[in-house]
C-alpha cells in the first residue's frame, strides 16, 4: 500500500509539476533494502524526459540517512550540487522512500569554463545543462580524460559518465596494453570488457584486440571456455574460433561428451561442421546402437546432411 500510495503521489506530481525541463517530481529510495551499501535509486520526471539512475547517498548535501529512514513523513530540502548546476529537492521521505519535486539552477559560468578546456559548447542551453549536471560531467572529469587522451565533445562525456568509463577504468586498460578510442571504450563498457575479463583471457595466452575482446563479450566466450575447451584438448583454439564455437552452441558439456563417445582432440573446425548439421551427442549413440560405432567424424556429417539416422538405418536392412 505504501509503495502504491508513493507512485500515485509520484505521477500526481509528474502530472502537474512538470512545467519545464527543469521542473518536475522525483523519487528516490535506498539503492538495495537487503543492505546498507551507501547507494540510492533516483528517478526524476519532468515535462521533457524520464530519467533513473544509482547513485551514492553522500552525492546530496542535506540530506540524512536519519531522515531517509524516518518511521514518520518527514520534509526535506536538499540539493544536488554539480558544475554544471544545482538542483533543488523539496519533499517528505517515509521509511526509506520519498518523493516531491525539484528545480534546477544552471551554473551560467559552466560554458566559458568548457571553452577553455577547448570543448564545443554553444549549444548549452538549460536542458543541456541539467543533462550534464544529472551525469556529473564536471570540469574535473572532463580534465582527467583529457590528460588520458580523450579529447571528445559533450556527448561522448556524458556517454563515458552514463556507461562508468572512468579514468581508472581507462588507466587499468593502458597498463593492461589498450588504448581504445572514446568508441571504443564506451562499447568495451555497455559489453562488459573488464580488465578482470582482459587478465583472465591474458592468464591462458590469448592477446586479443579491441575487436576480439568486444566479440568474446557478445558471444559469451569467457576464461571459462576456452580454459576447458583446451583441457577437452580442443585443437585450433584462436581467438576467432572460439567466438566460432559460441555462435554455434559448441559448449565444453558438448565437447566432453564426444571425447566420453570416442571423438577426443577434436578441431574447432570439426566441432563447427558437427554443430551446424545437428551431430549430437545422442545421434552418434543411436548410430552406434544401430550398429555403426567409430564413424568418422566427417561421415558422420555427411550423414546428418542426407538425412540418415538410426531409423532409417533399422528401416533399411
Not at 80 to 97: C, K, M, P
Request: glycine share 8%; proline share 3%; net charge negative.
Amino acid at each position: 500500500m505504501r509503495r502504491a500510495l508513493a507512485l500515485a503521489l509520484f505521477l500526481f506530481l509528474a502530472a502537474f509539476t512538470a512545467r519545464a525541463g527543469q521542473h518536475g517530481a522525483w523519487h528516490l529510495t535506498n539503492h538495495d533494502d537487503s543492505r546498507d551499501d551507501g547507494k540510492v535509486q533516483l528517478q526524476l520526471i519532468s515535462e521533457h524526459n524520464q530519467n533513473s539512475q544509482s547513485m551514492e547517498r553522500n552525492a546530496f548535501a542535506g540530506l540524512t540517512a536519519a531522515q531517509m529512514s524516518a518511521t514518520t513523513e518527514t520534509p526535506v530540502d536538499f540539493n544536488l550540487v554539480r558544475d554544471a548546476g544545482t538542483i533543488h529537492f523539496t519533499g517528505t521521505f517515509l521509511n526509506g522512500e520519498g518523493v516531491g519535486r525539484f528545480t534546477f539552477a544552471p551554473n551560467a559560468s559552466y560554458a566559458a569554463t568548457l571553452r577553455t578546456l577547448g570543448v564545443a559548447s554553444s549549444d548549452l542551453d538549460d536542458d543541456r545543462l541539467f543533462s550534464l549536471a544529472l551525469h556529473d560531467v564536471s570540469v574535473a572529469f572532463i580534465k582527467e580524460m583529457q590528460s588520458l587522451g580523450y579529447h571528445e565533445d559533450l556527448n561522448r562525456y556524458i556517454a563515458f559518465r552514463i556507461h562508468g568509463a572512468s579514468p581508472q577504468f581507462v588507466r587499468e586498460l593502458n597498463a593492461l596494453g589498450y588504448k581504445p578510442d572514446g568508441e571504443q571504450l564506451v562499447t568495451f563498457r555497455i559489453h562488459g570488457v573488464s580488465p578482470e575479463f582482459i587478465r583472465g583471457m591474458h592468464a591462458l595466452g590469448y592477446q586479443p584486440d579491441a575487436r576480439q575482446l568486444v566479440n568474446f563479450r557478445i558471444h559469451g566466450v569467457s576464461p571459462e571456455l576456452a580454459s576447458g575447451m583446451k583441457d577437452l584438448g580442443v585443437r585450433d583454439l584462436e581467438a576467432d574460433n572460439l567466438v566460432a564455437l559460441r555462435i554455434h552452441g559448441a559448449t565444453v558439456d558438448y565437447v566432453r561428451e564426444l571425447r566420453d563417445l570416442g571423438y577426443p582432440n577434436l578441431s574447432t573446425e570439426q566441432l563447427v561442421a558437427m554443430r551446424i548439421h545437428g551431430v549430437s551427442a545422442s545421434y552418434i549413440r543411436d548410430m552406434k546402437a544401430a550398429g555403426y560405432a567409430n564413424i568418422p567424424v566427417e561421415k558422420l556429417v555427411d550423414m546428418r546432411i542426407h538425412g540418415i539416422d538410426a531409423e532409417l538405418v533399422r528401416r533399411t536392412r
